[in-house]
């Protein structure tokens, strides 16, 4: 009885976080990341005049051409939708990936857990590649988990077509999953060349575009401020992405638990070395807290596995709290404070402040994608309005 009463709860709760992602998706548009309207606009430059470009460095090949399509003849609520959908479906994926028995209380009591963090949530319900590039490797990793490799290799190539950074992340999936399988280091390797020319297939237009060379395989880093300022962004940006009250919890449970790390670690080996390659490219790049993503999910599940139930449930709770104010213990100066101008910080100093939740941060960025278009043209009136772009 108390487990059907739990389950109804926790059940009740999933589904109020998923309307209120899904009334966000309606409401949001086009989003806020200055990303969003050159991806849609690599689908549209090909569709209407067969012309190639690239919406960043290295083009995001899968996730334009998918984003594009969505954006271009649906519109941003399905646009969105169809992002927030994957984010799910791909932190169930992740999950059951590590778990033979299919139990819907653990799987919604995780998705929980993951969904509460401002990051996960809000950065994936505009149209971004994250979830997209989530989702194709979590279910790579699924059927890896259940031995159907070659669809494991589409999957991982997807991922790969998506987010080219991912790549490492299939690598170390492919080399570390289940080390006691019947899987042997061969095949291991067979199966790695094959996901990556998979993926690979997906940037011979870019490759062809620079005449053969690699030089499009590069990234805008942020070391104006030297090591040391990119050392001091990577620790903010990553206690920022878990956020101050989660981790001061997860730090108290990880200090006075009777239970043993060691263990944790060697009975879920993949999800540590998932966190340390997503902080390894981190650290090259300590940037959009999203580039985090793959790090926030293996440590939720660690946790998830780590603590009691109950221990769960207030996290959860601590994660919501951020929604709605925040606890700042570092103060920034910056030198720009305009929307629509590149923002760089000057200094910064220990300061304790409370200050505006992430549901309020999330509503007042919708006005960012203004700083983007001409508000007079057809086509910018179609993007501040959320209508299908065709």
Known sequence: MKNNI?????????????????????????????????????????LKGGDFMTSRFTGYPVAEMVLGFLSYNFGSFYTNLATYINLIIGLALFYL?????FEIENIILFLLLCMSNPVLFFDNLEPMDYSWALVAFSAGLFFLSRNYYELAI?????SIGVRLNFALFVIVSIIFFDLKSDLNFFRRII?????????????????YQ??????????????????FGLFARFIYKIID????????????????????????????????VLIISNLLIFFYIPAELS?????????????????????????????????AINFQIVEIKRV???????????????????????VQNFLESRDLIKCWIDEDSDYGKKIISGKPLK
């Open 191 to 207: 199966i790695i060349a094959l996901s990556i020319f998979v993926g690979g297939l997906f940037y011979i237009p870019v490759w």
């Open 154 to 158: 589409i999957f991982f190539g997807l």
């Open 6 to 46: 739990k389950l109804s709860l926790t059940s009740i709760l999933f589904l109020f976080v998923f309307s209120f992602g899904v009334y966000l998706c309606y409401i949001g548009g086009y989003g806020s990341d200055e990303d969003t309207l050159p991806m849609i606009g690599v689908f549209i430059s090909i």
């Open 336 to 358: 720009n404070n305009n929307i629509c101008e590149p923002v760089q910080a000057l200094n910064a100093k220990l300061n304790f402040n409370i200050i505006q939740g992430d």
């Open 210 to 227: 620079h005449q053969f060379s690699l030089e499009w395989l590069t990234a805008a880093r942020p070391t104006d401020q030297g090591y």
């Open 97 to 101: 990936s590590f778990e033979k028995k």
């Open 291 to 323: 580039y985090l993503q793959i790090f926030l999910i293996s440590f939720f599940y660690l946790i998830y596995k780590f603590v009691d139930t109950k221990i769960v449930y207030f996290l959860i709770i601590l994660n919501f709290i951020s929604w």
């Open 241 to 272: 992405a878990i956020n101050i009250l989660p981790l001061l919890g997860i730090l108290y449970l990880v200090i006075f638990s009777n239970n043993n790390i060691i263990n944790l670690f060697k009975k879920n080996l993949l999800p540590l």
